[in-house]
Every structure is written in structure tokens, then in C-alpha cells.
């Protein structure tokens, strides 16, 4: 599918009035860096926001995934044996890290960071090995648990004999760095109460928000107006608009479960998935559930056409299904000023406050209603996502969270 072309005007540039030397920082990644989804998004913001304070940046990761332009991208080699073999939840994933933790350590002695940063677990445990050979800090990102989300994604029985070795591994992992940056408030509290961390630890980090380009103003009406032609949207109908990756954990079954009871009371709404994987799965639901005439999907959006592709939205949602895990995407709904209905999580209520429409965890008739009661009261709705953009900007600042995460580095490095 041709995209419209979408020209970004390009961020300002910020100032650190400081005086002392820029640092220099090696960012691990556990990941197919760059993709278009959830904590890649966090990466690619933080690094740069720092790129823009005056400091340097370089990224270790794994061999696939885009060349961000303006990034220094450092890449592991490839699997001899399957060149092509996409990064998942199974024995590679173990290769694919002992190719990072090697890569990492060759990229360390080229490039002599001040700071090491390791995002996700494994970029924790291979930053330690990183900054106690060079004797540096290591800043973790923390993005979630890693034994919650391995119940959350079914691949660990929380009963189960497995999953308290995995807790062990996550308990001593998060013991490694001399900081930890959190996602949420609820991650914060999750680290002190079950792992031990101490308070001076802990710096609680939230996702912010793009809102120059996450911002309604930049589309017009005419434009909209084409690419719902384009898409083959409805022009009379409200749209309810989901961009993220397509699984069960976010709700995609939930998503269009509440489609089908809206269709049987008549709602008329139309219904914009924007992601992957599992596009022909989900494909095929929609058609058991009988609900493909309100339920268009695109497919992957790329990071530069979201704005536009999520601007189309005059309803957002968000049922995702992890009580533990970030949810950054709310903060691009925010931004666009579009209301929120989300399934009721501490995260949720940490980014939206009172301002969400909620529905209780895992409840498909509540989802339901929830957003029938949003296409009845549009102005309503137009009202909240206004306050929702000005919450994004005044709170969740990418130059803010640069600042904070300076300040972090300049106080580990004295």
C-alpha cells in the first residue's frame, strides 16, 4: 500500500547550559532496533533527545531492524546458520544475546562511554559486564518485568517450578546497575516492594510524547479526508482507532469482541487496527465475529506516518491486558487530543489520571460501553482529548525527561 508522503519539520534543537564536557553514552538493545512498536519508540526518543542536549549517543543491538538517519546504530553479525531469522520468544533469542554481549564489549573498547545504558533485561545483565570491565555506571531501563510479562505472554505458569528460578535471575539482575530508570510509578513501586531496590535507586522515567509531531494541527481536514479514501474508511461514521503491535496481550480479541456487541446494538462506528504481527489472524476473527464491514486493518504503519495514519482517529483505545508492562502509545493518543477508553491498569491511570474513560480489566462489555458512550457524546469527548494533548505537553516531555536523565548520568559520573 502507497503511503502519502509526510515531511516532519525537524525537532529544535535543545541547549544544556552547562559548562562541563558532553558525555559520551553506550546504549545496549536487546532488540531488532529500529522497529515500530512499544520500547523501540522509548529508545529512539531518548537517544534523541540526548543527541540534542550535545551528547553522544551510539546504540548497540541486534543485526536487523531500520537505520534510523542521525543515529549511530552499531549491529551484531548475523546467524551463520539463518541470516534471515527474525528475533521471537524461543532458544535463538540465547544466540542472538551472546552475539550482543560480544559486540557490546567490542563496541565499549572502541568508543569508551562515560555511561553504559542498558534497556530490558539482557541489556542489563550484558551493561554490567560492559561497565565493570570499564569501570563506568550502568543505567538500567527498566520497562517491565520480566517474569510478569512471561506470565502475562503465557510462556511461564506462574505456579510452575520454572517461574521462581526466572524471579531469582530477574531479583539479581535488577541488582547490577548503580540506577534504575522506570517506566511508570508502578513499575517503581514493583521494584521496591517485591525485588528490594532501594528508594535512592530508583528514578521513575515515564514515556513522553512527540506532541510537534503528534499534533492534530498538522492535518487538515482535507488531508484526513483522502487517506480515510485511501483506506477505504467511512466518511460518516466515527472512527475508533488502535495503533500497536497486534496480539492477544493487548487486547486485540477484546478490541474486536467489543466491535461485534456494538454491532448488535446498532452502533455505527468504524474500527482502524494499525499494526502487526497476527494481521491475517485477527483478519480471520473479524470475520468469525462478523465484523469486517466495521473493521479495517492496515498492517505496519511506519513510525513517521503514525501521526498522520492515527490522526484519523476520533476515539482511541487501549485494552491492553498487562497490569505491569508501559503503555507509551497512550501518550501519542494524548497528544492528537483524542479520548481515551482503556482498560482500567495503574499504568493507564498514571498517563491519563481522571481524564480516561476506563473499563474494568478485561471486561468486553465495559469496553463496549465505554466507547458507545463516547460516540454519543462527541463534544464530550473532543473536551477531554483537549485536556488529554495539554497533559502530554505540560507532563510528559521528552526535553524534561532528557534533563532528568542528564542529571542522573552527571550524578553517577562525579
Excluded at 251 to 261: E, R, Y
Excluded at 306 to 331: C, N, R
Amino acid at each position: 500500500m502507497s503511503q502519502p508522503e509526510i515531511v516532519i519539520a525537524p525537532k529544535k534543537k535543545a541547549i544544556e547550559a552547562v559548562a562541563v564536557r558532553p558525555l559520551r553514552i553506550l546504549m545496549i538493545a536487546p532488540t531488532s532496533f529500529f522497529s515500530d512498536y512499544g520500547g523501540h519508540i522509548r529508545i529512539l526518543e531518548e537517544m534523541r533527545v540526548l543527541q540534542a542536549m550535545g551528547h553522544e549517543v551510539a546504540v548497540v543491538t541486534y543485526y536487523k531492524g531500520s537505520n534510523m538517519p542521525g543515529l549511530d546504530i552499531r549491529r551484531t553479525r548475523p546467524l551463520p546458520w539463518r541470516t534471515d531469522y527474525e528475533v521471537g520468544s524461543s532458544r535463538h533469542k540465547l544466540v542472538f544475546d551472546v552475539y550482543l554481549a560480544a559486540q557490546s564489549l567490542v563496541e565499549a573498547l572502541r568508543y569508551r562511554p562515560d555511561v553504559v545504558h542498558g534497556h530490558m533485561h539482557e541489556g542489563a545483565i550484558i551493561g554490567s559486564l560492559v561497565a565493570k570491565l570499564l569501570r563506568v555506571p550502568l543505567v538500567f531501563d527498566f520497562q517491565g518485568s520480566l517474569s510478569a510479562e512471561m506470565v502475562d505472554h503465557n510462556f511461564l505458569d506462574k505456579n510452575g517450578r520454572v517461574y521462581s528460578w526466572v524471579f531469582r535471575l530477574e531479583k539479581f539482575i535488577n541488582r547490577l546497575p548503580s540506577a534504575i530508570l522506570t517506566s511508570s510509578r508502578q513499575a517503581t513501586d514493583l521494584l521496591q516492594d517485591d525485588f528490594g531496590i532501594p528508594t535512592q535507586r530508583l528514578q521513575p522515567l515515564p514515556d513522553c510524547a512527540d506532541t510537534t509531531r503528534f499534533d492534530p494541527e498538522n492535518f487538515s481536514a482535507d488531508a484526513k479526508q483522502k487517506l480515510k479514501q485511501k483506506l477505504k474508511l467511512p466518511l460518516d461514521r466515527p472512527i475508533v482507532a488502535y495503533l500497536g503491535l497486534l496480539t492477544d496481550y493487548q487486547g486485540i480479541p477484546h478490541l474486536l469482541q467489543a466491535a461485534a456487541k456494538l454491532k448488535q446494538r446498532g452502533e455505527l462506528a468504524h474500527f482502524l487496527i494499525m499494526g502487526y504481527p497476527n494481521v491475517d489472524h485477527y483478519r480471520q476473527l473479524a470475520q468469525r465475529l462478523g465484523v469486517m464491514d466495521m473493521v479495517a486493518f492496515t498492517g505496519k504503519v511506519e513510525y513517521r506516518d503514525a501521526p498522520f495514519y492515527l490522526s484519523l482517529g476520533d476515539i482511541a483505545v487501549a485494552p491492553k491486558m498487562s497490569s505491569t508492562e508501559g503503555s507509551g502509545k497512550l501518550l501519542n493518543y494524548m497528544a492528537l487530543a483524542q479520548p481515551v477508553v482503556a482498560y482500567d491498569s495503574p499504568v493507564h491511570r498514571e498517563y491519563l489520571a481522571d481524564l480516561g474513560i476506563y473499563a474494568p480489566l478485561g471486561d468486553v462489555n465495559a469496553l463496549a460501553e465505554a466507547i458507545a458512550g463516547l460516540i454519543h457524546a462527541p463534544d464530550d469527548g473532543r473536551a477531554l482529548g483537549q485536556q488529554l494533548r495539554q497533559r502530554a505537553i505540560t507532563e510528559y516531555s521528552w526535553q524534561r525527561a532528557g534533563e532528568e536523565i542528564v542529571a542522573l548520568y552527571r550524578r553517577l559520573t562525579k
